[in-house]
Each structure stands twice: as structure tokens, then as C-alpha cells.
């Protein structure tokens, strides 16, 4: 473990620290959703030598060593595998992250006027403060699917001519009750409604009910297609509009919407796509839902990542199920998610010894869960001896926390879902401020020693 991490580089470390967070700055900007993560996550994959495994599967290819392969599940989930010299059933090394975050979903039935301004109504995803979400620049992402087959990708609100949208709130000269209600309560998540438009279909000033409304229908249909009756196949997404931003005037830190997980993420698709010909089968896994619960297809609860495998498997030669379960409970896994950065504005929140610092090394979580440890995978102690020792012989700065006071709250990874195959898995992220609002905030150094922490583990025989 270490101190603060800057005052340890070489000019040659600091030139590759820069350039990992220009790398990654522009990730988060073209990765706002988990759609827009996936398409990214290809595209980088394809420029790398990957193949999608489906092409494997047609042609009945065998799989051997140094073969990279990627599966895709349903636009939003992603498995990357470098395959190794050594079997498949003695395991693999994989890295897993989500490629989710907190956001507002715009409903099926979502385009309404009020008194002559027009709204999307909205549901909001993830644990958010909802208060946090009013009075921001917001900006539109994701895809509208048609009848006829079509897909139209809507991004609106990101480039400098776009508009923008916004959420608003009560002025302050009229707030006096609102000022008295809890924060949980100060904004209701039906409230959380965005505002669109202002201006009606006729410029002739004439009384037309739903005037704007019709405007804003004729906008779309004319820039994207589409109609009302579209809505109920869209999956369109809220997101606080703008790039992600150097912090500081030493420009030490990013701030940037989306880096709970994307900053695993980001960091570990780094580190994969320069591994080159391994000893186990290097594994990066980038998954969606995990900010409700991992559920669904695309979740780490689906079957999606266990399918793969056996197809992989069985390209390999390994047909038997025995195999797929010696391959899973063999495998050692860092579970990439961000633990929460020690913010000495709010330290009543942390228990100091225990908490993960920016600045310092990426942050290695035995366990998290809440309270008595609920919900949690607790790593073994030889697991983390073995990580000691992969993180020490590489140099990789680190350090071990947990996420804030034993009863002031918790939260949780994917890393129990895939410690249930019986393999030794362990949380491992960069310490992340203001983690689930709007903006995040991240240090460099850490963002560098996450690319320096999963390039050994891939690596470890």
C-alpha cells in the first residue's frame, strides 16, 4: 500500500498517465449509455483483432491460443476473451464491470403539454438523489425502434450547436415549504419531468389546444421519423449534457457523468485489448443493469456469460458440462467497481482507517454489502494474498477500504454473482467523490493505476 501516488512517477509514467486520461475522457463522452458503451467497446475490440464468436460458430472454426473473441448481448452487454495457452478448464482471469448508471428513463407514454410548455415525462434508474437532477443541462441518448424494422439512434443536447433540456425547480423567493421537507422528498421522482419545448405548431398566435405538443411531434417526425405511437418501442435515456472536464488547476481529477462503473470499465478494455498471448485465458466482461440489481438478459443474474462460455468451450473441443463448471470455479476474477472516495466534507460518513482515498492506488474491497456484511462475496484470505502479490511484483500502487461506517449505509457488486460458480472473486475500483450524482469525480493517478492493476492480473499465469 501506498501514499499519495503522484509523487512517485517518472516523466516517461506521467506522459502514459496523461494519455490513458485523454483516452479515457473521450471514452466517457462517446459512452453515455450502456448502447453507446457497447458500440465502443466493439469498434475498439475490432481495431484490436477480435472477432465476434458468432463468425466462429458459422464456420466451426477450432479456437487456439492468442484467438480473440468477442459476444454481444442484445446491444448493451459485452465478453471479451483472449484465449490462453493453457486449457480453459483450468481457468481463466477475467475482469467484470458494468457499463450502466444512474440516468432518467423517459417513459413509454412520456410527451404531454401544461400551459403551453411541453414535457417528457421521465422514471428515473438507479439510486439517484433526485434533487441533485434539477436545473442541470440535460442531453438525450438512445434508440427509437419502428415497426418496420428500423432503428433510429437519437444524441441530442452533446454538440454546441444542440439544444438542451432541463428538469426545473420551485424559485427560491416561493420555497419556504418546499426548504422544509427532507432532500429525499424536496423533488418526487413524477416531478423529475423534462422540459422540451415552448413554442406551438402555429406561429398565427391562433388558440389550438396541445399546440406545442403538436410542434414538438412535427420536430421529431421531420429530424428522425418518428411518431408519438413510436415512443412505446423507444429506450431513450436523460443524461447531464457536456464532456467530461479536466478538475483542479493542477488538473489532477475528471469530472464526468458516468464513472460509477464506466472508470472499471474503460480501465479494464485498456488492459485487454494490449494483452497478447497469455498464459489463462485473459476475460473482460462489461455488463448492464447492475444499478437495479444485475436482473434481466442483459444483467450478470442472466445466463448470458455462462452461454458464451460453453460455446467458446466447445470451439476448443471441450463439449462436456463438466468442462463449462471446471472453467468457471477455476477462474479468478476482480470484480471492477469503484468504492467510495473518503470526502472529508462529509467524514462522519467514513470511518477513516478503512476508507479509500483518491490519489492513492486503486482500492481492493474484501467485501461490501451493508451492515453485517449483507449481500456480500468476502474474499478469502489467500485470494488476497495472491492479489498482493501480483499488485507488489507489478508495482501497481494500491490500497484496501470499505465503503463508509458499518451502519450509515452499503451497497453492492456483481461479485457475488460470480463468486456462486465457486470461483475466488474480489471488488476491486477506483475510489470515486460524489459517486451516483450527476458529475463524479476521479484522480488521474487512479485512473492509471487501474489500467497498471488489471494489465497484471490479465497477465498472471
Known amino acids: 500500500m501506498t501514499d499519495y501516488t503522484w509523487n512517485g512517477y517518472s516523466e516517461d509514467e506521467l506522459r502514459e498517465l496523461s494519455e490513458i486520461s485523454e483516452r479515457y475522457k473521450h471514452c466517457l463522452d462517446e459512452g453515455k449509455t450502456e448502447r453507446e458503451c457497447a458500440s465502443l467497446v466493439i469498434r475498439e475490440a475490432e481495431r484490436a483483432g477480435y472477432r465476434e464468436l458468432g463468425e466462429y460458430i458459422k464456420k466451426g472454426a477450432q479456437l487456439r491460443p492468442g ?15 483472449n484465449i490462453g495457452r493453457k ?39 438507479g439510486g439517484i438523489k433526485k434533487y441533485q437532477w434539477v436545473t442541470q443541462p440535460l442531453a438525450i441518448h438512445g434508440v427509437v425502434c419502428k415497426k418496420d424494422g428500423t432503428t433510429v ?111 472499471c470499465a474503460f480501465t479494464s478494455l485498456f488492459a485487454m485489448l494490449e494483452t497478447d498471448a497469455p498464459e489463462r485465458t ?20 442472466s445466463r448470458f456469460f455462462e452461454n458464451t462460455l460453453a460455446e467458446i468451450l466447445a470451439l476448443c473441443g471441450e463439449k462436456d458440462y463438466i468442462a463449462l463448471k471446471r ?29 479509500a482515498f483518491i490519489s492513492r492506488g486503486i482500492s481492493f474491497n474484501k467485501f461490501t454489502g451493508s451492515r453485517g456484511k449483507s449481500g456480500s462475496n468476502d474474499a478469502g484470505a489467500e485470494y488476497l494474498a495472491l492479489i498482493r502479490k501480483i499488485m507488489d511484483d507489478a508495482g501497481v500502487r494500491y490500497q484496501f477500504s470499505e465503503l463508509g461506517k458499518v451502519d450509515v449505509g452499503g451497497g453492492g457488486t456483481i461479485a457475488y454473482i460470480m463468486a456462486n460458480y465457486g470461483m475466488q472473486v474480489i471488488d476491486s475500483g477506483v475510489a470515486v467523490l460524489s459517486m451516483h450524482a450527476p458529475y463524479e469525480v476521479t484522480s488521474k493517478a487512479d485512473v492509471y493505476e487501474a489500467v497498471k492493476c488489471y494489465r497484471a492480473f490479465l497477465k498472471n499465469a
Open 282 to 301: 485473459a476475460c473482460t466482461l462489461l455488463v448492464d443493469k447492475e444499478e437495479i440489481g444485475s436482473v434481466g438478459a442483459t444483467g450478470m443474474h
Open 67 to 81: 484467438d480473440r473473441i468477442y459476444a454481444v448481448c442484445m446491444n448493451k452487454t459485452v465478453a471479451l476473451f
Open 327 to 355: 472453467a468457471l470455479a477455476n477462474s479468478t476474477m476482480l470484480s471492477s467497481d469503484v468504492s467510495a472516495g473518503y470526502d472529508p466534507l462529509y467524514a462522519e460518513a467514513f470511518e477513516k482507517r478503512s476508507s
Open 87 to 125: 486449457p480453459l478448464t483450468e481457468g481463466m482471469n477475467i475482469l467484470g464491470a458494468h457499463v450502466d448508471s444512474p440516468r432518467l428513463d423517459i417513459k413509454q407514454n412520456p410527451l404531454y403539454e401544461a400551459e403551453g410548455m411541453a414535457y417528457f415525462d421521465t422514471h428515473y434508474y
Open 153 to 263: 439512434e437519437v444524441r441530442v443536447g452533446e454538440d454546441r450547436d444542440d439544444p438542451v433540456f432541463v428538469i426545473t425547480d420551485l424559485l427560491v423567493h416561493l420555497s419556504a415549504k418546499q426548504m422544509e421537507k427532507s432532500a429525499s422528498s424536496v423533488i418526487d421522482g413524477e416531478g423529475l419531468d423534462v422540459l422540451i419545448g415552448n413554442r406551438p405548431a402555429s406561429e398565427l398566435g391562433e388558440k389550438k389546444e396541445e399546440a406545442v405538443k403538436e410542434n414538438v411531434l412535427a420536430l421529431l417526425g421531420e429530424k428522425y421519423g418518428i411518431t408519438a405511437e413510436d415512443f412505446a418501442s423507444a429506450e431513450l435515456e436523460v443524461v447531464p449534457a457536456g464532456c467530461a472536464r479536466d478538475l483542479g488547476f493542477d488538473r489532477s481529477m475528471i469530472l464526468a457523468y458516468g464513472q460509477d462503473d464506466r472508470v
